[in-house]
């Protein structure tokens, strides 16, 4: 993980004095400057400060009284990992803070209360994606709008009762198994399989999708995978994908017999439901990623390589999938957030994309989870998911300064705090002694134009040419003008690029990266 990126931002017009001020003290693993004159402190995260509690690491988050709050939810490692880089908790309750993680999303009163430095973790209508019913709808549109083949992403559905003698019609010509699912539901509850319309209970809205019956087997074994997802900005679209994830497996060994219909453990991957199995096999060793019911996804990809599968083509598919997905409900988030989100750069994303790949090695999107599980059973999820949090807590760009406080720009990012980034700052008496024509911070997201950070790679960027790598600048341009005339044409394109720059990577071409 990079911890002197502000060495790598040099200042190619600055006068020497500037230069020299540069040089200053400021250097630490836990900050670096960005903006005009890199005049704007900027947290850097680390995983591994978790278990070295190094003080060190807390001192910038300390020395500007940084603060987060948790809401409706109790999740230990975000608390972790925050309080580990200095970050203090406060209550609920509190308006001065640098972080609300909440459980779900915000009323439209509380997102026009942010402030420019203040982030949350959810963007309004989110629901638009993590929502079933709204995800096939979103999904089904633009089926209509770029042909079916373009967005055949999903298994095909339906949603009951509105579509009932729909579904009847379509099970007459196949009679495959089917897979039923409450329309806001999560961790396999309420999911089960039917092979016949008469086992529907049409009391509720439920969604019934074609049952993929040739998923793709490791060991006989059936499997999912659990990939992060993240979006800083739907306006513009700026996705990142990180690039460990998690292959969850069945505890049965899969059998395409009916008989075997009602056998959850056999059919369903979800580590909730498979932890209950008296079959299941945890991993205390977080080396070792490829034993148990829980493997690292790079160890599925390296074990699938092994046995001759194009695991290139197969994640190419799978960031397509990412993106279509996402971009079905661009514009309804996009609209929410120029309603209710006062600045830009306040809200951040984190999905879970479950998705299923069958014997052809064609992806399947199963669901997008909302708040997605963050529980550490196993030494493995630690690994994974602390080193996870830590990149995005870094992309979302948390700008070093009290909440508490409303100091213009020029006090605040004084050359003084530049010398001495690590002595506190002492907090105002009042909140008359704050500053009543504060100006903005950031009007704009940092971190718009990162290619990468850590293991956050940028599958899409509409706002810069560059979103790729610079060297394919030329290409990427088309690709940013053809985005709003068809979509048919820009995912095979982006396909394209993405093989592109595997083959290049793997053949030992150096791809020179623009953090700038």
Known sequence: MPVGMARDLEETDSSSEEEEEMEGPEEHPCIMWTGGFRRIPIMVFHAEAILTKDSYIRLIGERYHLSFKIVRTDSRLVRSILSAHGFREVHPSSNEYNLMW???????????????????????????????????????????????????????????????QEFCTSYSKDRGPWIVKPVASSRGRGVYLINNPNQISLEE????????????????????????????????????????????????????????????????TNYSVNKKSGDYVSCDDPEVEDYGNKWSMSAMLRYLKQEGKDTTALMASVEELI????????????????????????????????????????????????????????????????????????????????????????????????????????????????????????DEPIFYNFVKYGNMDAVYNKSYVRFLYPAFSFHVLLLVSLITLNVSIVCPLLIFLRRLLFTLEKSGFEIKQDFA
């Open 102 to 164: 909440t459980g779900s999303h915000l009323k439209p009163y509380v997102l026009r209360t942010l402030t420019d430095i203040q982030k949350v973790n959810h963007f309004p209508r989110s629901y638009e994606l993590t929502r079933k019913d709204r995800l096939y709808k979103n999904i089904n549109r633009m089926q209509q709008i770029y042909g079916f083949k373009t967005f055949h992403i999903l298994p095909q559905t339906f949603i009951l009762p509105a579509e009932y």
């Open 205 to 268: 809205n439920i969604l019934v999708s074609r049952y993929i019956n040739n998923p793709l087997l490791i060991d006989d074994f059936k499997f999912d995978v659990r990939l992060y997802v993240l979006v800083t900005s739907y306006d513009p679209l700026v996705i990142y994908l990180y690039e460990e994830g998690l292959a969850r497996f069945a505890t049965v060994r899969y059998d395409q017999g009916s008989k075997n219909i009602k056998n959850q453990f056999m059919h369903l």
């Open 323 to 442: 993106i279509k997905t996402v971009i079905s409900a661009e514009l309804a988030i996009a609209a929410a957030c120029k309603a209710f989100i006062p600045h830009r750069g306040v809200c951040f994303e984190l999905y879970g994309f479950d998705v299923l790949i069958d014997s052809t090695l064609k992806p399947w999107l199963l669901e997008v989870n909302l708040s997605p599980s963050l529980a550490c059973d196993a030494p493995l999820d630690l690994k994974i998911k602390a080193s996870m949090l830590s990149d995005m807590f870094t992309l979302v760009g948390f700008v070093c300064q009290d909440p508490g406080q409303r100091l213009n720009r020029t006090s605040y990012y004084s050359s003084e705090t530049r010398r001495n980034p690590y002595q506190k700052t002492q907090r105002p008496v009042s909140a008359q002694s704050r500053s009543s024509n504060a100006k903005l911070i950031l």
